[in-house]
């Protein structure tokens, strides 16, 4: 077998651990905690190292323990009973093994799941716990002459330098041009783009001797007999000590403070669980939840959960309890979110990344959804709002909570998200429309 093969069937084994990992999303057996993650695998035989048959390797002899004549080299001597048809050994598969369950932890379930279902959540972090000094690119106007930054006050002084600069000498015979005055010598320059001022011109006109004046017929006649030395060719001649720094021109690097954040995340599940949430309905509310809670605690820092159960009224409760408690009462979904809201403020939305997940079958009190559930959902600050419906038999009559949050909020919303969970095959789909509304620009 070639590498090509070989990494051919590795490919197909992670293929093939994710399409276990689906199905036990769907099927599997999903009690636990929030620790490691057991997933039961189909057997697929990884690619090994197999010595050619062919080389039975040297030949030795001796008495013993050593090998005689004609025996291969490292192959002990076969013992009484060894290697008949019919001796009374297991056969071979018979016993189990650990290589049944793949074991992870939620950040491997996380990028697992990532992979089968092709999300791409990047948890943002809310709660500052460490600032650190990074590279020096912050500047201020003070500082000690250890952090000056020369480079930009000399790249100021020379562009000062080549705006400000010009050829004084060239202008002063421009001064002794036949028929020119101070004016017509100030209007050549401004056409010349010469950075000169008028009463630079006069002053030097002033200082001409009366003998000089006239001794050009003409500008052409000048820079015919007269080379004009550049800006740049001054500098080079004269050095940089000619290159004007001013003060204004200091600046003094700092390093920049980073500031290390945690992921913290609260995730608050909500489950009706009225008289009409039967088995079947709850256990596709603990299907959907419970890989919801495993990727989150494997995509952020620290994880917390808040469980409240509600009826006509809403309560706190444990995750044991979580996906089996019922009731007999009616449905009031507003009550858990009012709830929710109260909980949320130990978890504040400066620090903490906020999942609200709420699952029924979308019966409700008449008028909640519209007049009490959507403004509390509009006033929790979230990365995400989700509502589950399960209904496995169809939806009820009055089963109109889903669609009306629909109706509100549109299907694309970026921070609410509703999905339909009818049977086990709609999990992952449910899973995925969950965690790709997520809004990136939330904070």
Not at 48 to 59: A, K, L, N, P, T
Not at 173 to 201: N, Q, T, Y
Not at 348 to 374: H, K, Q
Request: charged share 35%; hydrophobic share 30%.
């Amino acid at each position: 077998m070639g590498l090509r093969d070989d990494l051919e069937r590795f490919r197909e084994v992670g293929e093939q651990r994710r399409e276990d990992l689906a199905d036990f999303i769907k099927y599997g057996d999903l009690a636990g905690g929030r620790g490691r993650i057991q997933i039961p695998v189909k057997i697929v035989s990884l690619p090994e190292f197999e010595y050619d048959q062919r080389d039975q390797g040297g030949v030795g002899q001796g008495d013993g323990d050593t090998p005689d004549v004609g025996q291969p080299v490292g192959q002990p001597q076969p013992q009484p009973g060894e290697g008949d048809d019919d001796g009374d050994g297991d056969e071979p598969g018979e016993d189990g093994g650990d290589h049944e369950y793949y074991e992870m932890d939620p950040e491997e379930f996380a990028q697992e799941l990532d992979e089968e279902l092709g999300l791409d959540l990047e948890p943002k972090g809310k709660k500052v716990v460490e600032e650190k000094e990074g590279p020096f690119t912050d500047l201020t106007r003070t500082g000690p002459d250890s952090t000056l930054d020369f480079e930009r006050m000399f790249k100021e002084g020379l562009k000062r330098k080549l705006a400000m600069d010009f050829d004084e000498d060239f202008l002063r015979e421009v001064c002794k041009v036949d028929g020119f005055g101070p004016r017509d010598v100030f209007e050549w320059a401004r056409g010349e783009r010469i950075p000169v001022s008028m009463a630079w011109i006069e002053d030097a006109y002033d200082d001409i001797p009366p003998a000089e004046r006239g001794v050009w017929a003409s500008i052409e006649e000048l820079e015919d007999e007269v080379e004009r030395e550049s800006v740049q060719a001054k500098i080079r001649r004269e050095g940089i000590k000619h290159v004007p720094f001013r003060r204004e021109d200091e600046r003094y690097r700092h390093p920049e403070i980073i500031e290390e954040k945690e992921k913290n995340v609260v995730v608050v599940n909500i489950r009706d669980v009225s008289g009409s949430m039967r088995e079947k309905k709850r256990e596709l509310v603990e299907r959907t939840f419970t890989p919801l809670d495993w990727y989150l605690t494997g995509k952020y820092d620290n994880a917390e959960f808040v469980y409240i159960a509600h009826d006509a009224e809403a309560w706190a409760v444990e995750r044991e309890e979580f996906f089996g408690i019922r009731s007999g009462g009616g449905t009031k979904i507003s009550s858990a979110y009012e709830l929710a809201q109260e909980l949320l403020e130990e978890y504040p939305w400066s620090d903490w990344n906020r999942y609200v997940f709420a699952a029924g079958d979308s019966e409700n009190s008449s008028n909640d959804t519209e007049e009490r559930v959507i403004p509390l959902m509009e006033s929790i600050p979230a990365n995400l709002h989700a509502y589950v419906e399960t209904q496995p038999s169809g939806n009820a009559i009055n089963a109109t909570h889903a669609e009306e949050l629909e109706r509100h909020f549109g299907t694309d919303a970026e921070d609410v998200a509703v999905a339909y969970v009818n049977g086990a095959d709609d999990v992952t789909d449910a899973i995925y429309e969950i965690l790709s509304t997520e809004d990136d620009t939330n904070e």
